[in-house]
């Protein structure tokens, strides 16, 4: 392997991390640097997800190597990367229209706004703003469906 072969593929995992860590960061209400069950289950009923308290138990249970009855970062890694190996693109999807709630197949700034601020209090505007500047590849104001799936398959 090329020396730029390696320094692209440390690039790819740095994004991924920080990908995952913005991502533990929504799950991450209260910033405290844990998810616990309500906020597990709270951003799974925000993406029409509903698993019942038994269910958040455990799959809690499942991630929680340390005991402590919360999902650290390290575990939230664990889960990240043992999801790769499962159909993303359905999950990202059902994301897209849990956060389409006028369903026109766009996600609008308004839509996005509320959603992020919804699930993540802890972000500010300008964090929310650069997130759909980011993800608006044609400029036009609305993240689109494929622009969606294009920037969180990376």
């Given at each position: 392997m090329?020396?730029?072969?390696?320094?692209n593929t440390?690039?790819?995992?740095?994004?991924?991390?920080?990908?995952f860590?913005?991502?533990?960061?929504?799950?991450d209400?209260?910033?405290?640097?844990s998810?616990?069950?309500?906020?597990?289950?709270f951003?799974?009923?925000?993406l029409?997800?509903?698993?019942?308290d038994l269910?958040i138990d455990?799959m809690i249970?499942?991630l929680?190597?340390?005991?402590?009855?919360?999902?650290d970062f390290?575990e939230?890694l664990?889960?990240?990367?043992e999801?790769?190996?499962y159909?993303?693109?359905?999950?990202?999807?059902?994301a897209?229209?849990?956060?389409?709630?006028?369903n026109?197949?766009?996600?609008?700034?308004?839509?996005?706004?509320?959603?992020?601020k919804?699930l993540?209090?802890n972000?500010t505007?300008a964090?929310i703003?650069?997130i759909?500047n980011?993800?608006?590849?044609n400029?036009?104001g609305?993240?689109e469906?494929?622009?969606?799936?294009?920037?969180f398959a990376e």
């Amino acid at each position: 392997m090329s020396h730029n072969q390696d320094s692209n593929t440390i690039y790819d995992k740095n994004h991924e991390n920080e990908i995952f860590k913005e991502a533990f960061e929504i799950f991450d209400r209260n910033n405290d640097g844990s998810i616990e069950a309500s906020e597990f289950k709270f951003v799974l009923n925000n993406l029409n997800m509903f698993p019942t308290d038994l269910e958040i138990d455990e799959m809690i249970q499942q991630l929680d190597l340390n005991n402590d009855g919360t999902i650290d970062f390290n575990e939230f890694l664990i889960l990240m990367k043992e999801l790769q190996h499962y159909n993303i693109p359905n999950a990202i999807s059902a994301a897209f229209k849990g956060f389409d709630k006028d369903n026109d197949s766009k996600l609008s700034r308004t839509e996005l706004f509320d959603t992020f601020k919804f699930l993540a209090d802890n972000l500010t505007d300008a964090d929310i703003n650069e997130i759909i500047n980011e993800i608006d590849t044609n400029n036009d104001g609305f993240i689109e469906y494929q622009e969606f799936m294009d920037y969180f398959a990376e």
